[in-house]
């Protein structure tokens, strides 16, 4: 019995030896198989719609934006506002950026 416990605990100590250590093969793994943390760009933008022809009907709109930077972010939202609200004028934006999250992209 206990050169069956001696035999095993052998054993177990030489596979751990010749693993790496989990965070060193995470990163090793990782860098293998193209696997990174892409974080885009993403603004909060806020807007006010007017209604043409009408000085008192307004309608306020918010998105969350990829873009480059707050002005290419303004500019995408006004595109995509003129093509929802037909009948509408964008009055006033407001870009604010978002705090970055993780996710996993694969570039194998």
């Known amino acids: ?28 793994r990782s860098a ?5 943390v892409h974080q885009p760009e993403r603004f909060m933008v806020s807007g006010v719609l007017r209604k043409n022809g009408a000085a008192d009907v307004i309608k306020p709109i918010q998105a969350i934006v990829v873009a480059g930077d707050s002005d290419a972010a303004v500019k995408d939202f006004a595109r995509t506002a003129q093509k929802q609200y037909p009948g509408y004028s964008l009055i006033a934006t407001l870009a604010s950026p978002v705090p970055n999250v993780g996710t996993c992209v694969n570039s194998i």
Do not use: E, K, Y
């Not at 035999?7 to 990163?27: E, N, Q, W, Y």
């Not at 293998?32 to 990174?36: A, I, K």
């Open 1 to 28: 019995m206990r050169t069956g416990f001696i035999a095993v605990f052998a054993a177990t100590l030489i596979a751990a030896a010749s693993m790496p250590a989990f965070a060193g093969s995470f990163d090793v």
């Open 32 to 36: 293998r198989v193209g696997w990174q």
